[in-house]
């Protein structure tokens, strides 16, 4: 479903070359739980943002349901990424003049939904993260942990194959982040394909496979051990 040969990122800073990502190698298959460990600086959201189709690679390929999007246009990413990618961040990036029901509508516009049928998805959407009784508070009237099932909610709600967050956990006491992570499962148990990244191990622990980075490369990789 997601593969990626040979792929590096490297940016120009001035005379200086960051090479954020170098030469990764990864397969993730339809129902896939994967995690990417890492420290900070290891080039994980660079990686995140390439499988999203946020950016390209500066080297190698990615082929995205057996169709290669590295050298796509942005207007041409922006359709795959709007149909078959939902994204979960850090710091939840909900809009604070909508409400959670505003906020998880508003994207499937872009999937040509009419309002009755955005209005039915969205619902649905906030009911399975257990918020369907918060659906008219604003982002300031809820907690961290809320905002960010209002975030899963809205990259939920147009029913992507792909779930992709980045950080999910990491502004979040240890209670909202368990109930993070156990809506996170039940996606993957749901077929859905799950990409996580932090730099929580305990967290991917709960991964069904994951790689290490470290300086852009991927260092270790391994598979749940099943006890
Ligand atoms: N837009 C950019 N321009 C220049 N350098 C960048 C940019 N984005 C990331 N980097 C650099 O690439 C490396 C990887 O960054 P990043 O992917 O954000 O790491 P992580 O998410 O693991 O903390 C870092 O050295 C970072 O400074
Ligand atoms: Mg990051």
């Known amino acids: 479903m997601i593969r990626l040969e040979a792929l590096s990122k490297v940016y120009q ?12 190698n990864i397969n993730i298959e339809e129902g896939d739980f994967f995690a990417v460990i890492g420290p900070s600086g ?7 943002n390439i499988i999203g189709c946020l950016d390209v690679p500066t080297y190698g390929k990615y082929w995205l349901n057996g169709r290669e999007v590295s050298h796509l246009s942005d207007n041409q990413l922006v359709v795959i990424r709007n149909r078959d990618i939902g994204f979960v961040f850090q710091s939840f ?15 499937l516009i872009y999937r040509g939904m009419g309002y009755r049928e955005r209005l039915r998805c969205a619902r649905q959407a906030l ?7 918060r659906m008219d508070h604003r982002p300031t009237q809820l907690s961290g942990g809320e905002q960010q099932r209002v975030a899963i909610a ?9 779930i992709l967050a980045d950080e999910p ?10 109930a993070v992570m156990a809506i996170m499962q039940e996606l993957n148990a749901q077929r859905k394909t799950l990409v996580l990244i932090t730099h929580d ?18 260092n270790k990789e391994g598979k749940k051990v099943l006890a």
Do not use: C, F, H, Y
């Not at 290891?42 to 995140?48: A, D, F, P």
């Not at 956990?169 to 368990?178: E, K, V």
């Not at 305990?202 to 790689?211: F, P």
């Open 13 to 24: 800073m001035g005379d200086v070359k960051v090479k954020a990502l170098w030469d990764v």
């Open 154 to 162: 809205r990259a939920i709600a147009g029913d992507p194959a792909i």
């Open 169 to 178: 956990t990491g502004n979040l006491d240890s209670s909202s982040g368990q």
């Open 42 to 48: 290891s080039g994980k959201s660079t990686l995140m």
């Open 127 to 133: 009911e399975r993260v257990g918020l369907e009784d």
């Open 93 to 107: 990036n909900l809009m604070p003049r909508l409400t959670a029901l505003d906020n998880v509508m508003r994207p």
């Open 201 to 218: 191990p305990e967290a991917a622990k709960q991964a069904s496979r994951w790689i290490s980075l470290l300086d852009g490369r991927v």
